[in-house]
């Protein structure tokens, strides 16, 4: 579209522009672009106009939102450049735009899938961590890479989310390379090779008892479930331990 710098009215539209914002030719040389640019997008869009018109800008490119003439919202790329040479006044500039609403629509799709991911995440009942698995040159599993962690993961653990990201498991628990559970070399077979596994263990540094299941959850990548069922292994260990002490007074008794 060719348009008035001073006064913003169109003068030439082709069919393209017209249909992007749903009014014909003819009506669109009777508006300005002030009156179908969103209020909220307008101040930018006239800043970068006066930066043009200053010589401070030989042409701009922005993103704004247009009023289309069903009354929706219309997401363009405008282009500007000036018609007039370096030196001469003001007069007319041309605007180039292209509909940019898809896109728009799925990235705001993205960022809300991606603020219900993170809120079911952190809002698991159960710990989650997902590793990269660390090899040596020999490809044998040595360390852990801890990826991401969600809220219950702090909790279960008492390892803080802030420190622990990022960083080696091995830095993080210095020692559990010879814990007795394996931690590393369980997580990387499941990394490596894919298949998934289910089982209780405790672990000696961190002094719990968990209900663990893992899986693979990309190239060279462990994610984890697990479950604090320290409650539950103390009160089957007094159980235990109560039957026993019963049988042995009974066999007393005899």
């Not at 830095?171 to 298949?195: C, Q, S, Y």
Request: charge should be negative.
């Amino acid at each position: 579209a060719q348009i008035n710098t001073i006064t913003g009215q169109f003068v030439r539209i082709n069919q393209k522009y017209s249909d992007i914002v749903g009014y014909s030719r003819a009506e669109m040389e009777q508006l300005d672009f002030h009156k179908i640019t969103h209020p909220d997008d307008l101040p930018a869009d006239l800043h970068n106009m006066e930066l043009l018109k200053a010589g401070r800008k030989t042409e701009f490119t922005m993103e704004k939102r247009y009023f289309h003439k069903n009354g929706s919202l219309v997401w363009v790329t405008l282009t500007v450049s000036p018609m007039w040479s370096a030196g001469e006044p003001p007069s007319f500039h041309v605007a180039v735009v292209e509909d940019i609403s898809e896109r728009k629509q799925a990235e705001k799709a993205l960022i809300e899938s991606e603020r219900r991911y993170r809120q079911l995440f952190e809002n698991m009942s159960s710990g989650f961590v997902l590793y990269e698995v660390i090899q040596n040159d020999q490809g044998v599993p040595v360390d852990l890479q801890i990826i991401a962690a969600n809220a219950k993961y702090e909790q279960t653990t008492g390892l803080s989310i802030e420190h622990v990201v990022g960083k080696r498991l091995t830095h993080v628990l210095p020692g559990i390379e010879d814990d007795a559970a394996d931690w590393i070399g369980i997580f990387g077979k499941v990394a490596l090779t894919g298949d998934a596994m289910q089982f209780e263990h405790d672990s000696e540094l961190l002094g719990f008892y968990y209900n663990i299941s893992a899986y693979q959850a990309g190239p060279k990548q462990c994610a984890v479930n697990f479950l604090d069922i320290t409650g539950r292994r103390q009160a089957e260990k007094a159980l235990e331990k109560s039957r026993k002490l019963l049988a042995e007074t009974e066999q007393i008794g005899k």
